[in-house]
């Protein structure tokens, strides 16, 4: 990975077990709630493009357990 993110925090995380990496990632998704976490207007419009596509075609869309698993099997 090629990046800002150094190698050895990068070692670290792979370290952490799979529940250890959830808990990680929904701290970081808090840290994220600052005024410059906004999406900009072409965000907005994605989101708001993507869940007008997932109104129209529920099928799209993934439970939150969907979500979980997902994340657990790119972690494991």
Do not use: K, W, Y
């Not at 600052?34 to 529920?58: N, T, Y």
Request: overall charge negative; aromatic content about 2%; hydrophobic content about 50%.
């Amino acid at each position: 990975m090629v990046g800002m993110v150094s190698n050895e925090l990068l070692e670290s995380v792979a370290a952490l077990s799979v529940d250890e990496r959830i808990e990680l990632i929904i701290h970081i998704e808090h840290t994220l709630d600052g005024p410059d976490a906004a999406p900009d207007a072409e965000q907005h419009a994605l989101a708001v493009s993507r869940l007008a596509e997932m109104r129209a075609d529920p099928t799209l869309g993934m439970s939150l357990d969907e979500h979980l698993e997902a994340a657990r099997a790119l972690f494991a």
